[in-house]
């Protein structure tokens, strides 16, 4: 007798291989019979007929290292057929920590990450200084989904340096020694890997970079031999930003040690992809280069991501009037009743002829930003359309409308049913489609893995693309070749979990973890981004639901069933 029988369905089995008509059967948590008509002989039987049957979708680009601690569902990833999540990137995280020194950390998180500082300080729970006794601590957590962790960079040299770990100086030969100690015990004890950012971009709430933005080379190979010794897998590279677009040489330099890290070690060095305004075919250099590292037997992999990377206006986020003293004096309502009172036409005109009051010029997007940038945004309503035509623009439309951009912006925040949003496309749309990423995802080695789940919290709900994946690229797209079921499942399943050694999910295989989904592939739909202040302190974030995911297993148990969580908590950690 099986525990659950999946009947009827067609499996997509994760290796690339064409869908196959059978049932799957689970047992104990692994999945024992994948045949034809395996019968009802079963404690429950899932229907589906008319759906796909998928492995669980493993995510290698996360930021939960403390939403570890407090929250067991791992919103937004599990809504959208996350079954394992790897955290840790960018190089950053929360161990290891010096007792007193949990703030920097939080704050260098919240400065980098967007994640709220206020959260992050209510809901962590500490109990750790090194990172060993980090794994230990959230080895006692139960989850919607599995946890795998990788060393960060930055609390490391931060530990191992104090504040001069943030600054351009070199560590001492002992300083570099001491860090690759802590490394090869982290991984020895079950991290995966070792990440690191080299972003200028990458800033702490104060404004000082990541400790190891500007580390030497041999600072890098020696964490990475540690990071290999301690039989780790993956050295991640944050890497997008720092390069100038007039200085191709310094592109080159940049994969040449992370090529020379990988030859060296054994490790797979992973970096950062994202197409820039100001020189959009860079990221054509960067693959071409690791490319040719992996020709040369070199593990080197491009970390691509599934649409633009941008920033998302609304009325509960940021947005162009939040400054302006009638909007203030409105802020309070539920989001329904401001709306009621924003479509009022002299709401309306005042909040169009007044000025902003203050500044917040120390936000991630202040408010002249987003009136800079104001023309460039499109609207984001219940088409949830992320590859829209120049002519969707608020410039554009306020051009041939002859209103004002500012009108044009508050017009569409109000208009629909009150949810809509701006899009602002910041990376991977300076073609004005998604030409770049197809040809980015054409490379089979290339990972997706962009999605930075828990990460930028009030800007992006990006943990959604796996499911932007099936329902554009695979299913809807029409500005240009769509891509094929089975390798985009692959790419989500068996292609991350290989790289991170994990060898029991990924596919849906006889003896494997019963990690599944079941997805109505032919009715799925993502919803409008909304903010939600359910988060530490009351913190703000975005949540992207999904309609057409059956059933959702983590470990042989239904975790979400039609797009509800269930209350299983099957996910444990995952050590290396």
Known sequence: MYDIVIRGGEVVDGTGGPARSVDVGVRDGRIVAVAPELGTDAAEVIDAAGCIVTPGFVDPHTHYDGQVTWDEVLEPSTPHGVTTVVTGNCGVGFAPVRPGREDWLIELMEGVEDIPGAALAEGISWGWETFPEYLDVIEQRRWAADVAVQVPHGAVRGYVMGDRGAQAEAATADEVAEMGRIVRAAVEAGALGFT???????????????????????????????????????????????????????????????????????????????????????????????????ERGARVL????????????????????????????????????????????????????????????????????????????????????????????????????????????????????????????????????HEALREQLADPDAVLGLDDGGAHCGAICDASIPTYMLTHWVRDRQRGPRLPLADTIRRLTSQPADLYGFADRGRVTEGLRADLNVIDLAHLRLDVPRAVADLPAGGVRLLQGADGYRATLVAGQVTRRDGTDTGARPGRLVRG
């Open 196 to 294: 690191t950012s080299r972003t200028l971009g990458h800033l702490a709430k104060d404004g000082t970079p990541v400790p190891g933005t500007f580390a030497g080379t041999d600072e890098l190979l020696a964490i990475g031999r540690a990071t290999a010794a301690g039989g780790g897998r993956v050295f991640e590279v944050a890497g997008a930003g720092i390069v100038p677009a007039d200085d191709p040489a310094v592109v080159a330099a940049e994969l040449d040690w992370m090529g020379q890290l990988a030859a060296d070690t054994g490790l797979t060095t992973t970096f950062i992809v994202l197409q820039h305004d100001s020189d959009p075919t860079r990221w054509r250099t960067e693959m071409d280069r690791a490319r040719a590292w992996r």
């Open 302 to 433: 491009p970390l691509v991501a599934g649409r633009p990377f941008g920033v998302l206006l609304g009325w509960d986020v940021r947005h162009p009037f939040r400054l302006r003293p009638t909007y203030r004096g409105l802020a309070h309502l539920p989001l329904p009743e401001r709306i009621e009172q924003l479509r009022r036409p002299d709401v309306r005109a005042r909040i169009l002829a007044e000025s902003d009051e203050g500044t917040d010029e120390r936000d991630m997007l202040s408010q002249a930003g987003i009136s800079f940038v104001l023309p460039r945004c499109t609207v984001l309503d219940e088409a949830v359309d992320y590859e829209p035509t120049s002519d969707r623009r608020l410039g554009a439309i306020a051009e041939r409308t002859g209103r004002a951009v500012e009108e044009v912006a508050y017009d569409e925040l109000v208009g629909g049913s009150g949810r809509n949003m701006l899009l602002l496309s910041l990376f991977n749309y300076a073609d004005g489609d």
